[in-house]
Structures are given as C-alpha cells and as structure tokens.
C-alpha cells in the first residue's frame, strides 16, 4: 500500500528554517535529542491539516520561526492510483500538498494544489481518505496524556464515544430527549392556550363588529389615498404636457424666426452691393446725377426698412429663445415632479382613473380618516380569533390527547435510543477493557475500564482502574501514580481504544516522558505490535529515548539541532538503533 503522507515540508516553522521530511508506509520513527525540533514535525503536521486542536489557546504566529515575518506547512498527500481509483479524485497529480501558511499579522489561509481553499474544504478532502485531524487518537499530541490524566470520566466517555464514532448514538439520545422536552412545554403551552381560549370567545365577540367597521374603513382610506396620489400625477401630467405642447410651438416659432432674419440679412447685403455699384457709376460719370441719386434714395429707403425689420425681428427671436429656455426648465421640473409622485402612488397601489379634482378627493379622504380615528385601534388578529376560537378550542382539546401520545412514544424512542447506545458504548468499553487488562499485565499492573451511571447518560461516564506494584486496581487518581507509572497506564487505555479507530494515518508524539525503560520498552512493543496488525495504517512515533527492536523495514528519521537550525536525516532500520546524540546510525 502506497504512504498516505509521503512528505512534510516546513519552511520558517519553529526552529526549522526548510526541510522536507519523507514518511514511508508503515512505521515512521521520529528520534533525536530532546529541544531538536521532533514535535514540530508532528505539529506541523497538524496545522497544515486544520486540527482545531493546536489552534486552541495559542496563536498560530507564534510558530513562525524568530525573526520571519511568515511560515508554511505543507502535507503532501500520494494520490497515486489504487486499485485503478486515485484517493482524492479531484485531482489529477500524483500527489497533492495540503499547505497552511502563517503570518505574523494574524492572518491564517490554507492553500490545496497552490488553491486558497476554506478549511471546511479541507475537511471535506480529508474525510474522503478517511482522516479526521480532530479525532484526539489520530494525532496525539505530547500533553495530550497529561491532559487526559485530568479529565472527569464524563469527559472520558465522550472521547471515547468521539474517537471510535459513536458519537451519533449519543447525540441521537440528546436528540430524543430535547423533543421529549420540547413535546413536554408544548403540551404545557396547549393546556395554558385552551384555558385562555374560553375567555377570549367573550372578548373577541365584543370587538369583532369594530374589527369589521375598522377593516372597511382601512380599506376605503387606501383606496381614497391611491386615488388623491394618481389624480396629482395625472393633473401633473396634465400640466407637463400643456408645457410641453407649448413648448414645441415657441420652439418652431424660434426657427421660423430664425428663417426669416437669414431672409433679411440676406436682403440687406444685396441692398448694400446695389447701392455700392450705383456710387460707383455716379463717380464714374456712367450713370446721370439726377437719376442716380433717385435710385440710391430708393435703395437706402428700403435698405433702411430691412434693417429696421431685421432688428425687430432678432428682438422677437430672443424673447422667444427666453420663453423656450424657461418653458425646458419648467418642463424639467414638471418631469420630475411626476415621476416623484408616480413613485409615491406606486406606493399606494396600482393606477387609479378618477374625473375627480385633488379637492373632492382630499375631502372625503379627511372625513374617512376622521371616521377611522374615532373607531379606535383593534386587535389585527380579531377575525381569526373570533371566527375559529370555537373550533380552536375543540381542536386543542385533540392536541392535548395527541400531545399526550406522542409524549409516550417519545419516551418509548427515548429509551430505544438509550438502550442502543449502552449496547454500542458498553460493546467498545468491554473490549477496551480486554486490551487494555492485557496491556497492563505485560507491565506488571493491573485494571480495567467500566461504564458508571450509565443509566443516564449525561451522566454517563468511563472509570478507569489501574494497580500497580502488586496493588489492587483502584480508581485511576493522577496524584496517587509517579508520572512514569500515569504515563503508562493512560498510553495503555489509548493503544487498547485505538483497535476501534479507522484511519489511515496515525501519530503519538513522546509518549515516553517519565517512563522507565522497561515500560517504556514494553509501549513502545504495543505500539508496534498494534501499527502490525493494521496493515495499510501509516504511523509516526516520536520519541527522544534509544530505539531497540524496530519492526523490519520502519523508517527512522533522526532531528538534531545545529546553531539554532532543526535537520533531519534519515537513518535504516536495524535491530538496534543507538540514540542520536551517540551519532547517527
């Protein structure tokens, strides 16, 4: 089977400036001295999928590495064909690289295939290949044990319920019980209803005549208030086109003008020339003086007269040109007018014709509102009220009867979906316990898990018995165990539940902290016992303490931190593996 993550690239991330880490399938081990940067692999990991929980209670932008102003994790998922079907079949390339980047102002974005995609995107690609990065045994972080040593068992119970998928069970029993609830107030609410039902046939009888008189009322008021605005857009339009009409007449009188002073001027210049060429012959000598002053005489008279009309004529031009300009401003003024009260009764309802003047109409529109005020304000929900209450109350009285039945097959759903749930939840919990009796033993201790008050299931939670030193189990108190033997039996309850997790990716990162070597030998073994038994899982362990006895063909990658850098290298299985600070292997 092909590696579900085949690289992991860290640029500017922690203490790495860039590297690319290659997980194979199978078993990855992650080793090196403590502070060289091993957990940031697995962290980054889990940033680059969106795992809400390294979001929780820390800033993302305090990973990004001293002195940069942003970081990238990319995830690089094989989307190689299987079985002639790629695993993410929205893409075409072999692999595709889940990236999140970081920066120092606050902003987050996720990136797939170079693509700026939400996180619910991601979550929808993830869960195609069955990977949810929230499932707490899936990635599981360093504290997460010392986290878990201080959970309530309710708190137990549901990550149990969470990390194997039975969750649904659980809310489905929520679900029941708030429409069990639900149904309850309903009931409640029907019973309260049907009493006041009484009491309102009296009152609503009162008023339902002045409902009446109001609602005519109401309605011959917006009828008349429609009529009033489309009588004033029609006496607007009325107005806009006698203007316009009138306009259009000054406009052609403008032109004719117009026509008649270039007929004028025209006559002018040839009056003019006439009576240059009669001076001329008169200077000549070719035209007598007697008769030639006559006709210049006759020339200058009428030149004379043209001029005088021409000037008229320009006069009444521009009084015309005026009037014309004012009856546009006018006409401008009107058309806005009009479309402002054509919006306004738009308003008031569809077009109404009338003969009636805005008066007649203003008029009875007062006297109506006059009649309306005097009837006074009435209940809007008085008709249906009146006229069903009676049968309101008939009906209520069968809602009560169906509200009681449904009540108890409610509670009949109920206590099927309880009993589902304890069926599923104590099924896991008796296997958890098996595994995780056996797990204890191989350490010399010994316990086992349990459901309490699992009568109810809020309450519900998961006890956790644990002995050691020959002692008797006992409830599971984080203050009674050393550290060593708390990080033992809290990793034994984890690999024992992670038989009934599906997914083809898991992580633990230093689960060893405070570990003796013989336990640490021995869950260390389990975890590769239970990475064995899952074929097509891929693992990655992350431990600072010596590796002995790797399963064949594991992948060890060794971090050391050189002048402030994080490198990683990658090393061969052997039978043996020294720690990295004696060297790499």
């Given at each position: 089977m092909p590696a579900l993550v085949k690289e992991v690239i860290l640029e500017n991330f922690m203490s790495y400036k860039y590297a690319r880490i290659p997980l194979a399938p199978g078993i990855n081990v992650i080793t090196g001295p403590n502070g060289s940067g091993k957990s940031s692999i697995l962290l980054g990991i889990a940033v680059a999928l969106g795992q809400t929980y390294t979001e929780?209670?820390?800033?993302?932008?305090?990973?990004?590495?001293?002195?940069?102003?942003?970081?990238?994790?990319?995830?690089?998922?094989?989307?190689?064909?299987?079985?002639?079907?790629?695993?993410?079949?929205?893409?075409?390339?072999?692999?595709?690289?889940?990236?999140?980047?970081?920066?120092?102002?606050?902003?987050?974005?996720?990136?797939?295939?170079?693509?700026?995609?939400?996180?619910?995107?991601?979550?929808?690609?993830?869960?195609?290949?069955?990977?949810?990065?929230?499932?707490?045994?899936?990635?599981?972080?360093?504290?997460?044990?010392?986290?878990?040593?201080?959970?309530?068992?309710?708190?137990?119970?549901?990550?149990?319920?969470d990390a194997v998928g039975l969750a649904g069970y659980r809310e489905r029993v929520a679900s029941a019980k708030r429409m069990l609830e639900e149904g309850a107030r309903e009931l409640e609410g029907v019973k309260a209803a049907l009493a006041k039902a009484e009491e309102g046939v009296r009152y609503w009888g009162e008023v339902y005549e002045r409902y009446k008189r109001r609602r005519a009322l109401e309605d011959r008021v917006a009828r008349l208030r429609a009529e009033l605005a489309w009588a004033r857009v029609r006496d607007a339009l009325a107005e806009l086109r006698e203007v316009e009409e009138r306009a259009a007449k000054v406009e052609?009188?403008?032109?004719?003008?117009?026509?008649?002073?270039?007929?004028?001027?025209?006559?002018?210049?040839?009056?003019?020339?006439?009576?240059?060429?009669?001076?001329?012959?008169?200077?000549?000598?070719?035209?007598?003086?007697?008769?030639?002053?006559?006709?210049?005489?006759?020339?200058?008279?009428?030149?004379?007269?043209?001029?005088?009309?021409?000037?008229?004529?320009?006069?009444?031009?521009?009084?015309?040109?005026?009037?014309?300009?004012?009856?546009?401003?006018?006409?401008?003024?009107?058309?806005?007018?009009?479309?402002?009260?054509?919006?306004?009764?738009?308003?008031?309802?569809?077009?109404?014709s009338t003969t009636r003047s805005v008066e007649e109409v203003e008029a009875e529109l007062r006297a109506a509102e006059l009649e309306l005020a005097a009837v006074g304000e009435v209940p809007p929900e008085v008709e249906s009220a009146y006229t069903k209450l009676e049968e309101s109350y008939r009906e209520l009285l069968r809602r009560v009867e169906e509200l009681e039945e449904n009540r108890r097959r409610l509670a009949e759903e109920l206590e099927k979906r309880v009993s589902l749930w304890r069926e599923k939840v104590s099924a896991v919990v008796?296997?958890?316990?098996?595994?995780?009796?056996?797990?204890?033993?191989?350490?010399?201790?010994?316990?086992?898990?349990?459901?309490?008050?699992?009568?109810?299931?809020?309450?519900?939670?998961?006890?956790i018995l644990v002995g050691f030193g020959g002692s008797g189990p006992a409830p599971f108190n984080p203050y009674a165990l050393s550290g060593g033997e708390r990080t033992a039996a809290i990793m034994c309850f984890f690999?024992?539940?992670?038989?009934?997790?599906?997914?083809?990716?898991?992580?633990?990162?230093?689960?060893d902290v405070h570990m003796d070597p013989r336990n640490r030998d021995a869950i260390l073994s389990m975890v590769f016992e239970l990475a064995s038994r899952n074929s097509g899982v891929q693992y990655v362990v992350i431990t600072p303490g010596p590796l002995t006895r790797l399963p064949e063909g594991s992948n060890v990658l060794i971090v050391q931190k050189v002048k402030g850098r994080s490198l990683v290298s990658l090393a061969h299985a052997r039978t043996r593996i020294p720690t990295p600070s004696g060297g790499a292997p």
């Open positions: 929780r209670g820390r800033r993302l932008s305090d990973l990004i590495r001293r002195g940069e102003e942003a970081a990238r994790a990319t995830v690089v998922v094989d989307n190689r064909p299987v079985d002639g079907r790629r695993p993410l079949p929205w893409f075409r390339s072999d692999e595709v690289f889940f990236t999140r980047y970081l920066r120092l102002d606050g902003q987050y974005w996720h990136e797939v295939n170079g693509r700026v995609v939400s996180k619910a995107e991601v979550r929808r690609y993830l869960s195609r290949i069955g990977l949810d990065p929230d499932n707490a045994l899936i990635i599981m972080h360093q504290n997460m044990v010392e986290e878990f040593a201080f959970l309530t068992p309710q708190e137990r119970l549901r990550l149990l319920e052609g009188e403008v032109r004719e003008a117009g026509r008649i002073l270039e007929e004028l001027a025209a006559r002018e210049r040839t009056l003019r020339e006439a009576i240059s060429g009669l001076e001329g012959e008169l200077a000549s000598g070719a035209l007598g003086v007697a008769e030639g002053l006559k006709k210049l005489r006759v020339a200058w008279e009428e030149l004379l007269e043209v001029a005088a009309s021409s000037r008229v004529k320009a006069f009444e031009r521009r009084l015309l040109i005026a009037e014309l300009e004012e009856l546009r401003a006018r006409q401008r003024k009107l058309a806005e007018r009009v479309r402002a009260l054509r919006a306004k009764a738009e308003q008031e309802g569809p077009e109404v008796a296997d958890v316990d098996r595994e995780f009796s056996s797990m204890l033993a191989r350490l010399g201790a010994s316990g086992g898990v349990r459901l309490v008050e699992e009568g109810d299931v809020e309450r519900a939670g998961l006890e690999l024992a539940l992670q038989n009934h997790v599906k997914s083809p990716f898991r992580a633990v990162d230093e689960f």
